[in-house]
């Protein structure tokens, strides 16, 4: 435990943040697993929605400064990559 009373305030900065960026956290996690579920289903239609919904997630996120906008944007992609490679395997 720390000493120094800058230190101690410190803590309870650090952890009234960790409490305040763990729900938007969870929400994009979630957000991602649920389109990664549909892909693996062959649910291409709602993964579309779901993408959707996922990009809201991690530019909320990035917006908060929880992830780095470069992340929230090479997760998007990957994503979006993803589904195009679905979409193009269904075609064929």
């Known amino acids: 435990m720390a000493n120094i009373k800058s230190a101690i305030k410190r803590i309870d900065v650090a952890k009234r943040n960790s409490n305040n960026n763990k729900p938007v956290r969870t929400e994009m996690k979630n957000a991602i697993r649920n389109f990664n579920k549909a892909i693996d289903e062959d649910r291409i239609d709602?993964?579309?929605e779901l993408l959707i919904v996922?990009?809201?997630?991690?530019?909320?996120?990035?917006?908060?400064?929880?992830?780095?906008k470069n992340q929230a944007s090479r997760k998007l992609s990957r994503l979006a990559?993803?589904?195009?490679?679905?979409?193009?395997?269904?075609?064929n």
């Open 54 to 68: 996922a990009d809201k997630k991690l530019k909320k996120a990035a917006n908060k400064n929880i992830i780095h």
């Open 46 to 48: 709602d993964a579309k």
């Open 81 to 91: 990559k993803k589904l195009n490679d679905k979409t193009a395997e269904m075609a």
